[in-house]
């Protein structure tokens, strides 16, 4: 599964982006074990009664117990899109794990359960005792059966999702696991369809299963459904059968085993676009408007097939590889078995793509197919043996297809983002102790473990770790595993014992943070690289086993690397040199999970950019001179314009104050050819954004319209944004004229524009624009038309407030539901504050012409509050989230 795909997204969007990556990593499923109570023991002591709690029983979230083993599994569902019911009928193999056993209990979570039956080798039916309590279906076999027996089971059910309360959490925002879309049809422009999303424990919410991801079971499934709707489900689409009542019938037969969790089925009426890989059918499934941009929407898929097969000398598994994108999807994106579900935040025309690429989501996607579908996690605890390889697999890609650089970029994006969250909390990365499923799908099993697989892969070497992964695949193929399977499979390539390695990275908490300081001992003719570790807290090594690479730039400039390995809190390593070099850089291919404080003076931090290897120590070159204004710093800002790579490119820009300070007239001239020629839209859009931020004055606003009519979204707001400051009232003029691209890119910039100048006759933007946009992206445009707000005369105000309210109410994700009532919240606090300050100018004047007037707004004020106060009220009675109501009722007076 991907929430990167949602993490993307938001990146581009700034401080919003900040915000909303916060809130996601604040990843609520089945608990694996009940809660111990509180017991008190009591004992006498002469005349003192002493009350002592026993100890609570630290949670420990086992395995499933195999106790009957799913074969296969058999289904015919329909659907009655009025109810959002589906009726089903499921055929359950099953032969004993190891003991022999006279019961079976299955999840089957929200359904109507009608017959349960024995059916014998003829297909004869015998109908057996059950009990049912809406969560697990217990089944009186008809005796004892022993392991080498098979036994079919027939039910008869209903699933309706939508019935029975399901969690859900900021990584999967819902869990019912089966989703009727625009059901009755009145939302206009949204079509219908039905998908299902079964990670983690939620495929038992439409059919019944033994929903664990150790088991493995192969299918087939029959889908009825109306025929102007196509179907995907996991496997080959063997038949399609005209029912002649308007409805068809469609089997999809899966011959390999997988988990329950990878079960999925999408019905709606797509654009199929057909592709293959040598003889494997890829298809790619999109909305009949995108059907030209698919392949494109998926790139590169059959060529990333090639890649991942030779790389790990596995060839693709499974039978096809489709993709299909749905709406109002619930995660990022999911891995299922030969049929991986997108939201529909990737999809959209070429102008669109230039900027939102799905390409990393694609890989990680794919790459599950071999870590995640063919080799599975045992357990959540070890989810991830699934997530962090899938995150890995972006790197290899990119690393493949575009070269180090954009692979680094990647990877440290992918550092910072777990930095971000080790901040609040450091976990293990294998955890026993988690209190709910999807508490495991954060930024440690997904950003830390991808980067903890590129460390085992410098450790081992690249032979040595791509055989290792070949072994763990063809060893563990169609099976289920835990962290030592790997372990064993490097350690079994390698003849070396990695416990030293597992055991600090994946079994224990934190990351290494270190001091990193070198000088050179002119009377030894020595240099002298002193490391410091200083992490410290609960489950984290006082001291981490570090081999690192050093990168020393000589007096020469010639650059050696020499290899340590720090196992000490406090150790110095001495290198015999006739001469002081010019830079000493620790982690010369920035390999290591960890932070490293190492201070560059200007003079390094110029050899870092001229002589470092990698993307990183440009990245970090730049920053450590964007303050310097001396003309060697100045000289490597200006060669950052023109870096290989694109994002430092764009940095150059960012950190080029002091170089425009220095040398305006030809750093313009730079930035005016960047922003017309560069490559890359996003370096363009930044020049743009530069050249509205430092030329205002000096620019044409001819050159900069010249940006509305780049390709990319991205530039157009970039360009729109910086034509405002040369020129407000024009741009304001070529804002309504983009209005009718209708891209969500450039109504964010709009948004802004707009709340700035607060005309009221753009009020009409605002409300057409929170009911066309969905998700996350929404939230920014309520920021810009609260601001908006806060400045216009009541009755438009009336208007905004109903708005937020109905947004409060009605949002099904309970974080956007939060933004509306952050700015009912906001707009109250606005409102108390002019009460105040209007109560405070009564009590001052003696014009009693004024203070009627004073008066007039004082009460009108007042109103505004209280009206917003009681909406308040109201939402927190309706509230259903925990901890939204409270912080609705935190606003109420």
Request: net charge negative; aromatic share 12%.
């Amino acid at each position: 599964m991907s929430f990167v795909a949602q993490r993307n997204y938001m990146k581009k969007h700034s401080s919003f982006g900040i915000l909303a990556i916060g809130i996601l990593y604040l990843f609520a499923c089945k608990t694996a074990q009940p809660s111990i109570e509180d017991e008190v023991a009591w004992t006498t002591e002469m005349d003192t009664i002493e009350v002592t709690p026993e100890p609570e029983l630290e949670i420990y979230r086992a395995s499933e117990s195999r106790i009957n083993d799913l074969i296969h599994t058999k289904l015919e569902v329909s659907f009655n899109w009025d109810s959002a019911f589906l009726y089903g009928k499921a055929w359950l193999s099953f032969t004993p794990y190891f003991y022999p056993t006279d019961s079976l209990v299955l999840d089957a979570k929200g359904h109507m359960i009608k017959e349960v039956a024995l059916v014998d080798q003829i297909g004869k039916m015998k109908p057996l005792k059950f009990s049912y309590d809406t969560m697990e279906l217990s089944i009186a076999l008809d005796k004892t059966y022993h392991k080498e027996d098979t036994y079919k089971i027939y039910i008869d059910y209903v699933a309706m999702p939508d019935k029975f309360e399901a969690g859900g959490s900021s990584a999967i925002t819902s869990e019912k696991g089966l989703y009727f879309i625009n059901k009755d049809g009145s939302e206009e422009g949204k079509p219908k369809q039905i998908w299902t999303q079964g990670e983690t424990e939620s495929s038992s919410r439409w059919f019944p299963t033994i929903d664990a991801p150790n088991e493995k079971t192969t299918q087939e499934i029959y889908i009825t459904v109306d025929t102007v709707y196509e179907t995907l489900s996991n496997g080959k689409l063997l038949f399609q059968t005209e029912n002649g009542d308007g409805s068809r019938t469609d089997y999809w037969k899966q011959e390999l085993p997988h988990a329950p969790y990878l079960f999925m089925m999408a019905i709606g009426d797509f654009a199929i676009v057909e592709d293959q890989w040598k003889d494997i059918p890829v298809n790619y499934y999109v909305e009949h408007e995108y059907k030209e941009f698919a392949a494109d929407i998926y790139p590169n898929t059959p060529e990333m097939i090639e890649f991942f097969s030779n790389k790990l000398n596995y060839p693709y598994p499974w039978d096809k590889y489709h993709q299909v994108v749905v709406r109002d999807y619930v995660s990022g994106a999911m891995e299922n078995t030969g049929a991986v579900i997108y939201g529909d935040f990737v999809q959209g025309d070429d102008r669109f793509l230039i900027d939102n690429s799905g390409e990393d989501i694609v890989a990680h996607e794919l790459f599950h197919h071999w870590f995640g579908d063919l080799v599975t996690t045992e357990s959540w605890s070890n989810l991830p043996l699934n997530e962090s390889f899938a995150t890995y697999g972006e790197y290899l890609w990119n690393e493949h297809k575009y070269g180090r650089d954009q692979a680094d970029y990647g990877l440290e994006n992918d550092l910072r983002a777990y930095f971000g969250e080790a901040r609040i909390n450091k976990k293990k990365l294998i955890r026993f102790n988690y209190k709910n499923e999807t508490d495991m799908f954060d930024t440690h099993s997904y950003q830390k473990g991808g980067r903890v697989l590129h460390m085992l892969r410098k450790e081992l070497g690249d032979e040595a770790f791509f055989k290792s992964l070949e072994v763990y695949l063809k060893e563990n193929e169609f099976q289920s595993v835990e962290i030592h399977n790997l372990r064993l499979a490097a350690e079994k390539v390698s003849g070396r014992d990695l416990n030293w390695f597992f055991n600090q990275w994946f079994f224990q908490a934190g990351h290494p943070e270190l001091i990193a300081e070198w000088e050179y001992i002119d009377s030894t003719k020595q240099a002298a690289v002193h490391l410091t570790q200083i992490q410290e807290g609960d489950d984290i090594p006082e001291i981490y086993i570090l081999p690192i690479d050093l990168e020393v730039v000589d007096a020469k400039g010639e650059v050696l690397i020499k290899k340590i390995k720090m196992m000490q809190r406090q150790q110095s390593f001495f290198f015999d040199m006739e001469e002081a070099p010019l830079l000493i850089n620790v982690d010369a291919d920035k390999t290591l999970l960890a932070d490293i404080d190492q201070d560059f003076s200007k003079e390094e931090a110029k050899v870092l950019y001229e002589k470092g290897g990698n993307y990183l120590d440009r990245y970090i070159a730049l920053k450590e001179l964007r303050l310097k204004s001396d003309s060697n710093s100045l000289n490597t800002i200006e060669k950052g314009l023109s870096d290989p790579h694109w994002n430092i490119r764009k940095l150059a820009i960012q950190e080029s104050k002091k170089l425009i300070k220095k040398r305006a007239e030809s750093t313009k001239k730079t930035l005016l050819t960047m922003a017309e020629k560069d490559e890359k839209s996003r370096v363009r859009a930044e020049a743009f954004e530069a050249l509205g931020k430092y030329y205002a004055d000096e620019i044409d606003a001819e050159f900069i319209k010249k940006g509305l009519q780049d390709r990319s979204y991205l530039v157009v707001g970039s360009a729109l944004e910086a034509l405002a400051k040369v020129d407000n009232q024009e741009a304001l003029k070529e804002a309504e004229e983009l209005e009718k691209l209708e891209n969500e890119t450039i109504n964010m910039t709009i948004a802004q524009m707009y709340a700035k100048d607060g005309d009221p006759k753009y009020n009409d933007f605002y409300i057409r624009q929170l009911a066309q946009m969905e998700g996350f992206v929404k939230y920014p445009l309520m920021i810009s038309y609260q601001e908006f707000l806060e400045n216009q005369e009541i009755d438009v105000l009336m208007v905004g407030l109903e708005e937020f309210y109905k947004i409060a109410e009605k949002e099904n994700n309970w974080f956007m539901r939060m933004g509306g009532v952050n700015a009912l919240g906001q707009i109250k606090k606005a409102e108390k504050d002019k009460a105040e300050a209007l109560s405070k100018q009564i009590s001052e004047t003696s014009d009693p012409a004024a203070t009627v007037e004073l008066k007039k707004q004082l009460d009108e004020a007042n109103m505004i509050a209280d009206k917003v106060n009681g909406m308040l009220k109201k939402l927190a009675e309706k509230e259903v989230n925990d901890r939204l109501r409270a912080r609705i009722e935190g606003e109420i007076d």
